[in-house]
């Protein structure tokens, strides 16, 4: 399973910008797939994630209400929509494949596939 992340770039704070994870090798439906996020100096953190068997979604505390995930199945792809930007929120963004459909953990530790991170950077 490789995952390719995609999508970021300088904006500033109260702006939006989308992400974009392209699966291969794998299937959404057979993957739980998460985006983490780490900033400089910091350890990564979970960001959100979403299992495809009742399209359960976590988000967390810190974007929830502001950010979003979606995914299209056809694409292979999953999408992470970021609205209201806060400055807190520059770090690279990495999207995650857990190997297994199952149940979403927020420990980075438990995905198997990573992508190569996507830099956001929020300005003021």
């Known amino acids: 399973v490789q995952l390719q992340a995609s999508g970021g770039g300088l904006v500033q704070a109260g702006g939006s910008l989308r992400l974009s994870c392209a699966l291969s090798?794998?299937?959404?439906?057979?993957?739980?797939i998460g985006w983490f996020r780490q900033a400089p100096g910091q350890d990564r953190e979970f960001v959100a994630a979403?299992?495809?068997?009742?399209?359960?979604?976590t988000y967390a505390d810190s974007v929830r209400g502001r950010f979003a995930v979606s995914g299209d199945n056809a694409k292979n792809t999953v999408y992470l929509q970021m609205d209201s930007l806060k400055i807190e929120d520059t770090a690279v963004y990495y999207c995650?494949?857990?190997?297994?459909?199952?149940?979403?953990?927020?420990?980075?530790?438990?995905?198997?596939?990573w992508g190569q991170g996507t830099l956001v950077t929020v300005s003021s």
């Open positions: 090798g794998g299937t959404l439906s057979d993957n739980v």
């Open positions: 979403i299992v495809w068997s009742g399209m359960k979604i």
């Open positions: 995650a494949a857990a190997g297994h459909p199952y149940y979403i953990d927020t420990s980075a530790p438990t995905y198997m596939y």
